[in-house]
């Protein structure tokens, strides 16, 4: 099992940043993704950015340029940090671990954190 906490959420104005960051314990080996998505109200849950192990990330169109995720495989944490905030990145923001043992692939999630963003 791996365990996931996120930290780093709150309320801010537009324009200004905010750094999420996601711990994880437990069986971190073979971890082979983290990432953060989000989840507005009466929306479906959407990914923002994601990392893989050798280091290649993507993201979503609407936080390219804003968004940067960054993973130390070493401490087992995964940051976002967030610039130029717009009220639309409004969300709950969940961690999220895929580890690969053999064939099986698990996927495990954090509790989420608010963030919101006013205009």
């Known amino acids: 099992q791996v365990r996931l906490v996120e930290s780093g959420g709150g309320l801010v104005q537009a324009g200004g940043s905010l750094r999420l960051s996601c711990a994880a314990s437990?069986?971190?080996?073979?971890?082979?993704?983290m990432a953060w998505h989000r989840q507005a109200p009466g929306k479906q849950r959407e990914l923002v950015a994601r990392v893989i192990s050798g280091g290649s990330t993507n993201y979503a169109d609407s936080v390219k340029g804003r968004f940067t995720i960054s993973r130390d495989n070493a401490k087992n944490t995964v940051d976002l940090q967030m610039n130029s905030l717009k009220p639309e990145d409004t969300a709950v923001y969940y961690c999220n671990a895929d580890r690969i043992t053999g064939s099986i692939w698990s996927h495990y999630w954090g509790q989420g954190t608010q963030v919101t963003v006013s205009s």
């Open positions: 437990g069986t971190t080996s073979s971890i082979y993704a």
